[in-house]
């Protein structure tokens, strides 16, 4: 009797560089004839960085051409030896051949070849790297964990339905609220502190990059890091850095210059990452954009800038600890224990409320932001630049080997940027100042902000 056979799962379909017939010479040879001087003829940065990118993408689309394949297995475990593949198909055809004597020698040799395989993987990769994340990682990899975080490694839900919920889901929330932001004015209590820090001739610039600033950010780029739309890897960049690092020096000061952001580096890949174990609404998913890899650079170059900016004059507030040199959410919870404690041994009753901002990355307004930016940095023409990089992203949503529609963001910081997050530490900076009261202590990690009192009285804390 024949039963019935399952309708086979969806295959999920990936697209990837293939290096099979990469010659590193031959590449090397057609990078070094290219006419990338063709770049300086341009004034304007986003047609300058289009045409580095005409001279660029036929030569490793030659060399590295783009393949699609269907992955028909889930991802196999980083221990698992071709020792121990091997030796499981003995252990299965021992079994099916009823051998049963046999069978249970090789099962015991199976499990044996397992844990051997699983310490050597954990001891190689605590030896390469001790940093914590990468102990938890290896413990996760060993256990399953990553595995059993979700019910369903696949939403029903498509890459459109996706991105229209990203696109729309500010504009949605902003209605449902009745904030009005067309006609924001900046706090008195905000222009009165960047008055007192700033000083008359106080004026934030940016200054030019050199070749070795762009060599030094390409360079040290970690090569697992993840290719934006464009699907130029980190090693290729490297591998033509000789010939290409004075061009793309030229572009970023032009786009320095300009105080223009090239529109091509603004293209993000959203991939979808879960929040919670349901992944049948779009809302429990955190929208993370992979931008392309030349953005990085220049990216990097005006986030340190900006941040020795701040950081000389004293703007940022003491109660952040997100996002900052030497703070982590340790400073945050220390000072807290620390005033809690002392409270205590004081015989006070401690009372804090917790805020947790609703999607707090994605409902930044562009406009709030720009003119809290303008009294942070006196009036600078560079804010032409972050207005720039803010303003039409445009973004298309990437989920089981298939893309979505482009569309226009027009709210937001970009999660997975070098400079959003110094951005949205500006944008919510000033929300200690609206503290009226002298007896409540405030500390911020990101958008995660705790308000917290203690007095003998629980009238008085209340």
Known sequence: ?????????????????????????????????????????????????????????????????????????????PWLTKDVIVAMAIRDRLKKEK?????????????????????????????????TSTIW????????????????????????????????????????????????????LLSN??????????NFSIPPMTVLDVGKCISTMANNKSTGRDNISPCLLKLALPYIV????????????????PTVLKKAKVIPLPKVKDLSEPNNFRPISILPLLSKPIE???????????????????????????????????????????AINNSEVVGAVFLDLKKAFDLVNHNILIKKLSLYTANSPSVAFFKSYLELRPQIVYINGEYSTEGIIRYGIPQGSILGPLLFCIFINDLPLHITSDSVNCEMFADDTSLNASDKNTATVQ
């Not at 004293?314 to 400073?331: M, N, V, Y």
């Open 1 to 77: 009797m024949k039963l019935p056979r399952h309708a086979p799962k969806g295959h999920t379909t990936i697209q990837y560089r293939t290096f099979k017939r990469f010659n590193k010479d031959i590449f090397l040879f057609d990078i070094s004839c290219a006419p990338f001087s063709n770049v300086y003829n341009f004034s304007d940065p986003d047609d300058a960085m289009l045409a580095w990118y005409d001279i660029f993408m036929p030569i490793i689309d030659k060399h590295a051409p783009l393949r699609k394949k269907r992955v028909k297995h889930p991802k196999l475990p």
């Open 99 to 131: 051998k049963f004597d046999d069978f249970k020698k090789q099962r015991n040799r199976v499990k044996s070849l397992v844990r051997s395989a699983k310490k050597a993987y954990f001891d190689k990769l605590v030896e390469t790297d001790k940093s």
């Open 137 to 188: 990682k290896a413990i996760n990899e060993i256990t399953n964990k990553s595995n059993r975080k979700t019910n369903s490694t696949t939403p029903p839900i498509s890459p459109n339905l996706f991105n229209t919920h990203f696109l729309t889901l500010a504009e949605t929330l902003a209605q449902s609220s009745g904030c009005a932001t067309d006609n924001f004015v900046c706090s008195t």
């Open 193 to 202: 502190l960047c008055g007192k820090k700033l000083k008359p001739d106080d």
């Open 246 to 261: 004075e061009p793309l020096t030229y572009i970023y000061n032009l786009s320095i210059q300009k105080n223009v952001f």
């Open 300 to 342: 990097r170059h005006v986030h340190k800038h900006l941040l020795k900016f701040l950081n000389e004059r004293d703007l940022l507030s003491q109660s952040q600890s997100g996002f900052r040199p030497k703070h982590s959410c340790h400073t945050a919870l220390t000072k807290l224990f620390d005033n809690w404690l002392t």
